[in-house]
Nanobody
Framework: QVQLVESGGGLVQAGGSLRLSCAAS????????MGWFRQAPGKEREFVAS????????FYADSVKGRFTISRDNAKNTIYLQLNTLKPEDTAVYYC??????????????????WGQGTQVTVSS
């Protein structure tokens, strides 16, 4: 079992930046592929980005490619999501996720096994 706790969300103007963090406990993250999802009001939760166990490869949704960057620090048992050039449509609750499977699989069902509680990101126009 692994516990994931997100932080770093907040209110930002369009064009601004935020950095989300996801800290893990009870288990080393180095054995897990990690990722970020988001859910906007009235919409289904959607894949944002994922990263392999050692951080060598990352995957992104087309809607965030070139603006968001996922990274990880296994020594700190933490992953990050850098959000740049934010748009109002990026407003959502952002969730950290982990799974023993492949990071590539995060973008399609079934969804990852472990989830954080989410952190709100609000982008004003």
């Amino acid at each position: 079992q692994v516990q994931l706790v997100e932080s770093g969300g907040g209110l930002v103007q369009a064009g601004g930046s935020l950095r989300l963090s996801c800290a893990a406990s009870r288990r080393s993250l180095s054995s897990l592929a990690m990722g970020w999802f988001r859910q906007a009001p009235g919409k289904e939760r959607e894949f944002v980005a994922s990263i392999t166990r050692l951080g060598g490869t990352s995957f992104y949704a087309d809607s965030v490619k070139g603006r968001f960057t996922i990274s990880r620090d296994n020594a700190k048992n933490t992953i990050y999501l850098q959000l740049n050039t934010l748009k109002p449509e990026d407003t959502a609750v952002y969730y950290c996720a982990a799974d023993e499977g492949a990071a590539l699989e995060f973008s399609r069902p079934p969804q990852p096994r472990y989830w954080g509680q989410g952190t709100q990101v609000t982008v004003s126009s």
